[in-house]
């Protein structure tokens, strides 16, 4: 049953999304857009520098595991503590930098969520 049902909406929304122009669809969907306003709200400026800090963390990691993947593969096993080091290191600022981000959401001046 629920298979049915989530087949039917994603029906309706691929549907609606192709033809949102037509006024009968309007109307269709003008219930669902009014609760989405509702329920949700434009982020404020610490959750965004929360959103910057965190994508910065994955790409970064992304782009050290692909150009150190292959190199730290062949290194002896000497070479590898080195480069975890070279990894924690990093990720200490990163994790200083997310600290710094929590100590301003748990600031008395910033938003509560």
Request: net charge neutral; glycine share 0%.
């Given at each position: 049953m629920h298979a049915l049902i989530a087949g039917v909406a994603f029906e309706f929304i691929r549907l609606s999304g192709r033809y949102a122009r037509h006024p009968i669809v309007r109307v269709l969907v003008w219930p669902g857009l009014q609760f989405q306003r509702l329920t949700t709200r434009e982020p404020d400026l610490t959750m965004c520098e929360i959103a910057i800090a965190a994508l910065e963390r994955v790409a970064w990691m992304r782009r050290w595991s692909r150009s150190n993947a292959r190199a730290t593969a062949f290194l002896p096993s000497g070479f590898r503590p080195m480069m975890d080091?070279?990894?924690?290191?990093a990720l200490k600022k990163v994790e200083e930098r997310f600290a710094e981000l929590d100590r301003l959401l748990s600031s008395p001046k910033s938003p509560r969520i």
């Open positions: 080091r070279a990894m924690q290191e």
